[in-house]
């Protein structure tokens, strides 16, 4: 089993809807959380850490659930320029420093 | 500022050559990574420092050679690659190793390497 699993998508998306799809972990001692997002050829850039009470940013939420050790990302009135690959990164334990686990990505086309 | 750069770009190199791939950040971060991504995968861990010093090196072939001159500086030596070495080469940097597992990653914009 993968230490950190998404769905590859694609996620076909008209112009102004919402969005959403989940990451599942398989450690319940990770420490942090973060949802990324990669361009077609570009670096991963960070979108948000996601926290246990869930967090907010502009059109962007995220959920964690420790219970059931899923995270989740909602795109609220998607644009255009929302159309990239959505990584999930996990942090290990601390005995495991340094080593992000990172998802396969989900991908995420915005359409007109 | 959350920026870490990468020289160069682009690279091709042959099977003999010898060439460095370079990072640099300012942001006083004590962590430095270097990661390899392949088309449609996610990036690999190869080589972490912390605190100037090599304290993850993921079995990595010695082809490959790490080198962090200062804490803003990463360096990863290339010699005799594969062809399947041709991946896109990230750096990234964190603030603060002693803070456990609840660091920050800030990747650079990558090398995209091909070996020829």
């Known amino acids: 089993r993968k230490e950190v699993e998404q769905d590859p998508g694609p996620f076909n998306v008209p112009e102004g809807a919402t969005v959403a799809f989940n990451c599942t972990y398989s450690?319940?001692?990770?420490?942090?959380f973060f949802w990324y997002r990669q361009d077609c050829r570009k670096e991963p850039k960070l979108l948000m850490s996601?926290?246990?009470s869930g967090n907010e940013d502009g059109r962007f939420t995220a959920q964690l659930n420790r219970a059931s050790q899923y995270i989740s990302l909602l795109i609220r009135d998607s644009k255009l320029s929302d159309s990239a690959t959505y990584l999930c990164?996990?942090?290990?334990?601390?005995?495991?420093?340094?080593?992000?686990?990172f998802g396969a990505g989900t991908q995420v086309v915005v359409t007109p | 500022d959350t920026e870490v750069t990468q020289t160069p770009k682009h690279l091709v190199m042959g099977m003999t050559n010898k060439k460095s791939l370079k990072c640099e950040q300012h942001?006083?971060?004590?962590?430095m990574y270097w990661y390899k991504q392949k088309a449609k995968k996610p990036p690999e861990l190869m080589f972490v420092?912390?605190?100037?010093?090599?304290?993850i090196n993921e079995s990595v072939p010695s082809r490959f050679s790490p080198e962090c001159p200062n804490s803003s500086l990463l360096n990863l030596h290339l010699h005799a690659l594969q062809p399947e070495d041709s991946a896109l080469y990230l750096c990234?940097?964190?603030?603060?190793?002693?803070?456990?597992?609840?660091?920050?990653?800030?990747f650079g914009p990558g090398t995209r390497l091909l070996v020829l």
């Open positions: 990234a940097s964190s603030q603060d190793p002693l803070a456990g597992g609840y660091e920050t990653q800030y």
């Open positions: 420092y912390s605190y100037e010093k090599l304290s």
């Open positions: 450690n319940s001692a990770s420490q942090s």
């Open positions: 990164v996990v942090t290990p334990p601390t005995d495991s420093w340094g080593k992000l686990q």
């Open positions: 996601v926290y246990s």
């Open positions: 942001m006083g971060h004590r962590a």
